[in-house]
């Protein structure tokens, strides 16, 4: 059902409440990332598919919104790559006339920048998000594990050709991980790209939750600040949420365990995620955690649950 690929309102602490649009099968994305949350990609591809119609997506965030529930931004993210979906402009173009006073955002990994069709419906959006990890061949092979006809070259020029023209926040997002994109040589080559691509902001990022491959792990925020300084008079910034102090914790409206199964479905939790998320008692919660994973819903990775199969 459609209404699966809506997910939230939750506290972002980057858009505020942020209403999730999942707009293309779990883990249909042009980049097997080997940080990825939602674990590995299963249907690598580079051809965008019209999953739903516009009509039923824009019917399902309607729903929500007309529930009362606060929405400060529409955002395109979820367990895939949104700009896969063919029509994407379309669905802008209607939230823009359906629900005008919404903002839009759209988290992609850049690869569908080449794509006219994309190229013009991100212009619409308020707020892009792209992340751009390596700007190197060997670094985007090593961390990206890219579909076998994706040009990095065209990729990253595609979206110089985008910041150019965009009028809306550009904020691009730099994942670093040790011994693959933290080397001078790295380093050096994504200040010079992110010189020429003038973003609003560089968010720096390392893992937060378990990512596809069990060998990577989190940078110490010394390594963040040092690897910050290579982008000196850009608007530079750490957003990873294990790091950053006073970072907020994920919440959302409504506080049931419908909202906390949904955003799993997205994304690993922590037991502290899922606190915050319900507002229940420690004790009620494991109770609650231990009988889904006993019934096979469930199952816990570290410190995190996800669902089965994931």
Known sequence: MISKMIFGPIN???????????????????????????????DLVIEPVQYYSPGSVLDAIGNVISSGKQVDYITFSGGGEPTLYKGIGDVISGIRSRFPGKKVALITNSTMFTHKEVFNAALQ????????????????KAINRPHKDLDLRNILNSLLDFSK??????????FVIEGINDSEKELEAASQYFRKLKPGRIQINTLDRPGTEAWIKPLKIEDLNRITAWFKGLPVEIIS?????????VTTQGSDYDT???????????LVDIL??????????????????????????G???????K
Do not use: M, Q
């Open 165 to 174: 023209v965009y009028r809306g926040e550009l904020w691009v997002e730099f």
């Open 125 to 140: 959006c308020d707020v892009v998000l792209p992340s751009v990890d390596s700007v190197t061949e060997e670094g985007f």
């Open 12 to 42: 972002s602490r980057r858009l505020g409440w942020s209403l999730g649009v999942d707009l293309v099968p779990f883990k249909t994305c042009s980049l097997d990332c080997i940080y990825c949350e939602c674990g590995s990609t299963t």
């Open 241 to 249: 949420r294990n790091l950053v102090k006073g970072a907020e914790a």
């Open 303 to 309: 410190t995190h649950w996800v669902c089965r199969g």
């Open 276 to 301: 915050e998320i319900t507002g229940k008692n420690r004790d009620h919660v494991l109770e609650w955690l231990d009988a889904l994973v006993e019934n096979g819903t469930l199952e816990k990775k």
């Open 260 to 270: 906390v199964l949904a955003t799993i479905r997205k994304r690993p939790l922590t």
